[in-house]
């Protein structure tokens, strides 16, 4: 444990970062899984229908700088793939 009062504090505020840090990766995921479901399950309109929301939670939780802009894009791209590769 830390023993100076600059310390004790940048680790409560460490602490609270990474709960909100894991609080958006978490509903980002969500989001991706239920996307990907509906993709594979055939539910093609209904999944077109969620990437919007997707895209706007990617968008949002690289803004709070929870994950990179490059893994933001890639998880984007990947999704409009998957989503463009059920049609056919």
């Known amino acids: 444990m830390a023993n100076h009062d600059s310390a004790v504090k940048k680790h409560?505020?460490?602490?609270?970062?990474?709960?909100?840090?894991?609080?958006?990766?978490?509903?980002?995921?969500?989001?991706?899984?239920a996307l990907k479901k509906k993709v594979s399950v055939g539910q093609r309109d209904e999944a077109a229908k969620l990437l919007?929301?997707?895209?706007?939670?990617?968008?949002?939780?690289?803004?709070?700088g929870t994950i990179h802009k490059n893994t933001g894009s890639r998880y984007k791209s990947r999704l409009l793939g998957l989503l463009n590769k059920s049609e056919k």
């Open 12 to 33: 409560r505020q460490d602490e609270k970062k990474r709960m909100v840090n894991r609080i958006n990766r978490s509903k980002m995921k969500n989001k991706i899984k």
């Open 52 to 64: 919007p929301d997707a895209i706007a939670i990617i968008d949002m939780t690289v803004r709070k």
